[in-house]
């Protein structure tokens, strides 16, 4: 079965944070973030909030632990730190926060990325979970990376019309015990 839209089921407008990750960004300069931002309220999404964390594990850990433990976060995206580098630290600071991960997603990221950037996308190390029933993209820091994650996966994932299942439909259920 392919992809479609479902003309019966309402758009769902979410909540969703962004974090940048980096040691140099500012609001300034950070065309990633705001690019996430301006494409999440394009498609009728709602800014919860946006912040520029360092490249510090424990940084970062706080600042999603917050957002996961608030009700009003229905999504968090970050961008930045997913490479190989010394100070490439997204996967390693929030994995452990995961209750689950959603490993197809950084396989279909890559799979994506092979196509524009082939074998280069070996380094990205682009993924995505669920925390408190929070689901948690993190994608690399390029404005390029954050355009094909939002537009060829979380944009569909993320809207409850993608058919023939979306994320928004399972939200109630990720809690369930």
Known sequence: MGHSESKNAAFIPLKIAVMTISDSRTEDNDK???LLVERLLKT????AEKIIVPDNRYQIRAVI?????DPAVETIITTGGTGLTGRDIT?????PLFDKA???FGEVF???SYDLIKTSTIQSRA???LANGTPIFCLPGSPGACKDGWD???QHQLDMRHKPCNLVEMMPRFMEV
Not at 65 to 69: D, K, L, N, T
Not at 91 to 95: R, S
């Open 44 to 47: 009728g999404h709602q800014l």
């Open 127 to 129: 993924l995505a979970g």
């Open 91 to 95: 996967p390693e600071a929030v994995t």
């Open 65 to 69: 632990s917050r957002w996961i433990a």
């Open 110 to 112: 890559r799979a994506l």
């Open 102 to 104: 959603i490993e197809g």
């Open 32 to 34: 990633s973030g705001n």
């Open 152 to 154: 060829g996966i979380i």
